[in-house]
């Protein structure tokens, strides 16, 4: 029973410890990201906040509607899908410039609930987790809380769509901790479904 609990830190510290080498193709420039480099584009369903200096009546927390759009006093509709925080900011700015002298926007997603992985089978939770930046393997694992003592580690699949095609990759959970293959901990992408048979 005390080697379960103590099962997800371990595989945490093998998360940070080995390094990310990838499999297969990766586009970065198609993978936001929330923090860091201003890379992230905004979804439908995310939480933004945006503030407008010394403008507290303008200023708020907002769901981005299924249309892609967010209701902003004064500019009524604004398209936020699509956009980085910056180019949103930007726009945001432009628009406002008819109603306040030289406004300072600053546009910061709280949730990134567009983005979303998820994992199933022998894990000890199995659902729906936001990704709200650039996951491995090992880590979706440890989110997950490790696996069941059922679970088929070698056997693990990780599901991708790209360019309208079901991919299928297979993962060895030992392989990667062992370090006989590292190029298996690989970045997670926003839909991506892993099984742990």
Do not use: C, H
């Not at 584009?41 to 995310?46: L, T």
């Not at 398209?79 to 406004?103: C, H, N, S, Y």
């Not at 990780?158 to 970045?187: A, C, H, M, T, W």
């Amino acid at each position: 029973m005390k080697a379960r609990y103590l099962f997800p830190v371990a595989i945490i510290f093998a998360a940070i410890s080995v390094s990310v080498i990838p499999a297969f193709s990766q586009d970065k420039a198609s993978e936001p990201s929330v923090s860091g480099k201003g890379t992230y584009r905004i979804g439908n369903g995310d939480f933004l906040e945006i503030n407008v200096w010394k403008e507290p009546d303008l200023s708020g927390e907002i769901f981005v509607r299924t249309d892609g759009m967010i209701s902003l006093p004064l500019l009524n509709d604004v398209k936020a899908v699509g956009k980085t925080p910056m180019q949103l900011k930007e726009d945001i700015e432009k628009r406002l410039q008819a109603f306040v002298e030289g406004p300072s926007v600053t546009v910061i997603v709280r949730e990134a609930t567009s983005r979303k992985f998820y994992i199933l089978g022998e894990v000890v939770q199995t659902g729906e987790y936001p990704l709200l930046k650039d996951l491995s393997v090992l880590q979706a694992f440890a989110l997950a809380g490790g696996f069941s003592e059922w679970a088929a580690k070698t056997k693990i699949i990780l599901l991708r769509r790209e360019d309208g095609k079901e991919k299928v990759f297979s993962i060895n959970y030992k392989d990667i901790i062992k370090g006989k293959d590292f190029s298996q901990n690989v970045p997670l992408k926003a839909d991506d479904t892993i099984i742990v048979p």
